[in-house]
């Protein structure tokens, strides 16, 4: 695996990456039996001033009068009006091709929406509005990454076409895997350059385990290092980053440093080429050649793999298993 080098991209201020996160997998399975389909009675009339830098424009819901309130779309519960104007916000968007609905069969959901492949924001992106909830006192929203929400509520769609710069596409691989460390990507569409955050930040014993969430910070400083080896600097390369909890953060301090990032599917050489390299490390790791790719697997099949792969790890080389994970501990 190729080692970074080259000066590393300057954080402009302090890291946001202290922020607590919400990831959308964490949301899921909590919109159940303590929803009440009850809305409350009547509606202010409302004006939206967005929250953050990317608009202080106070904007009318209503035309006859209005009460101003600052819709934060960083937080989870909203009210009935911050609500109807962030899904008239996204029918909006939906009318211009930008996203599609995505329509489920679950009594408890206001609306969904996802990208439209090719139209700036990916299929990758989506935002789930459920029902009034009586408990939370609000309507619940879980959204992938709310800075695509935000630009889609201020109506920035001109944000959505990508600069004509060349492209540095971010994966992960090994997340799902029960043994050894995870492995980060970088690729110019030429090559792929790789690093490592060793098991240890996976583990429940140790400085750097896995409640601190060490793990984080150690991914997106490796990540930051691979930027480097292409000398990658905002004006010269955009960014394409996977999903995913672990990326999160890095494609926020991404952003933070001014970087064009967007969320998207990563297919081709480096997707390919990463999971061969994950597997090669594998094997040098605990000795047999055991790693499964879970996107070429049915469900079902990556269960039973995952098993095999966890008792040949208490068989074999405990010390390399993500004891961490509450799946595998049993806490």
């Given at each position: 695996m190729a080692a970074a080098s080259g000066p590393l991209p300057q954080r402009l201020g302090p890291s946001p990456r202290s922020h607590p996160l919400r990831p959308s997998a964490h949301a899921f399975g909590t919109h159940n039996k303590s929803l009440e389909r009850?809305?409350?009675?009547?509606?202010?009339?409302?004006?939206?001033?967005?929250?953050?830098?990317?608009?202080?424009?106070?904007?009318?819901l209503f035309d006859n009068g209005a009460t101003e309130v600052k819709l934060d779309l960083t937080k989870s519960v909203f009210t009935t009006p911050e609500t109807d104007f962030i899904i008239e916000r996204l029918k909006q968007a939906s009318d211009r091709g930008l996203v599609v609905e995505k329509p489920e069969n679950n009594p408890y959901l206001l609306a969904a929406y996802s990208g439209v492949e090719g139209e700036?924001?990916?299929?990758?992106?989506?935002?789930?509005?459920?029902?009034?909830?009586?408990?939370?006192?609000?309507h619940s929203l879980v959204c992938v990454d709310p800075y695509i929400l935000r630009k889609l509520v201020d109506g920035d769609y001109d944000s959505f076409i990508p600069p004509d710069l060349p492209v540095l596409r971010i994966d992960d691989a090994g997340w799902g895997f029960p043994l050894c460390g995870v492995m980060i990507g970088v690729s110019d569409g030429l090559d792929v350059q790789t690093a490592i955050v060793p098991v240890e930040f996976f583990r429940s014993d140790g400085e750097n385990n896995f409640r601190t969430k060490r793990y984080l910070s150690r991914y997106m400083d490796s990540a930051l290092q691979l930027l480097g080896f292409y000398r990658a600097s905002p004006g010269k390369y955009r960014i394409e980053i996977c999903t995913g909890f672990v990326n999160q953060p890095l494609r926020e301090e991404l952003r933070h440093l001014g970087y064009d990032a967007r969320v998207e599917e990563i297919k081709g050489l480096l997707q390919e080429r990463l999971e061969d390299l994950y597997r090669e490390y594998v094997i040098g790791e605990v000795g047999s050649d055991i790693y499964y790719d879970?996107?070429?697997?049915?469900?079902?099949?990556?269960?039973?793999?995952?098993?095999e792969c966890l008792e040949y790890g208490k068989k074999h080389c405990p010390d390399k298993i993500k004891?961490?994970?509450?799946?595998?501990?049993?806490?």
């Open positions: 009850t809305r409350p009675a009547g509606r202010d009339n409302l004006k939206v001033a967005l929250a953050g830098p990317l608009s202080s424009t106070v904007i009318p700036g924001i990916s299929p990758k992106w989506n935002v789930k509005v459920y029902d009034f909830n009586k408990k939370r006192k609000g879970p996107k070429k697997m049915e469900k079902s099949e990556i269960s039973l793999r995952y098993s004891t961490g994970w509450k799946a595998i501990s049993g806490d």
